[in-house]
């Protein structure tokens, strides 16, 4: 099971957190990646954790201000992208650009939809993976494998549909190794979650407690 922490803008330490994750993935085997926001991805990297922007812009290099080109957020030390994150959407014209750079740019790509028929549609772009993350879950304490398990099952079906090379995620609401475990019953490769690390007081433990089904 893949392991993606976005950081979103929380007020954390995004390198501390970087550090604990990249121990937690050193002493377990685990594969776990920090999303940081775009000005801390070098710091991230630096960390030797698996680095991901949380956002790259569907243009090229050019005249396009306050764009974050997936270029410079692969020479920061990026390895991957999130897309369409629920707290940023795009337009389906957008989101094949993005993805298109991030290609380019070497990215490895994860398109987030909230639910199964936007799961079918981001699948047909092509990324690398899917993330289907319910929003009115987003940042509760109940995850989306135990309050929802359906919508799960349906974006794998939905995905698989599409085109079966592309590993579904879940997200929202996990924070425990038994939401991972239930997460992978349903048929996910990995998770999405932000609160849970990014808002503890011990964002190690909570990673190591995570991922301790994985042993
Ligand atoms: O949006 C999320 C991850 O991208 C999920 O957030 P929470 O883990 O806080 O529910």
Redo the contacts with the bound molecule.
């Keep these: 099971m893949f392991v ?3 950081l ?1 803008a929380y007020p954390c330490d995004p390198v501390a957190v970087a550090e604990a994750a990249h121990d937690v993935a050193e002493s377990t085997g685990a594969r776990i990646a920090i ?1 940081p926001q775009a000005a801390d991805l070098a710091a991230v990297a630096d960390t030797g954790v698996e680095t991901w922007a ?1 956002h790259v812009s569907p243009n090229d290099y050019g005249s396009h201000t306050g764009s974050t080109l997936a270029e410079r957020a692969a020479a920061a030390g990026a390895e991957g992208t ?1 897309l369409n ?3 940023n959407r795009m337009k389906l014209a957008d989101i094949d650009a993005s993805l298109e750079a991030a290609k380019r740019a070497g990215l490895e790509t994860c398109v ?1 939809g909230n639910n199964p028929a936007q799961i079918g549609a981001v699948t047909a772009l092509g990324p690398d993976s899917v ?1 289907v ?1 319910p929003p009115e ?4 304490d109940v ?2 494998a135990s309050a929802d398990p359906d919508i799960v099952t349906d974006a794998v079906a939905a995905a698989e549909a599409v085109d079966d090379d592309v590993d579904v995620y879940c ?5 425990t190794g038994d939401d991972l475990d239930a997460a992978g019953d349903l048929g996910a490769s990995g998770v ?8 503890a007081d011990d964002p190690k433990a909570a990673l190591e407690a995570l991922v301790a089904p994985l042993a």
């Design positions: 993606l922490v976005n979103k999303a949380q999130l994150h629920s707290e987030c993330a993350e879950l987003i940042g509760g995850s989306v997200g929202a609401g996990i924070s999405l979650l932000a609160s849970g690390v990014a808002k």
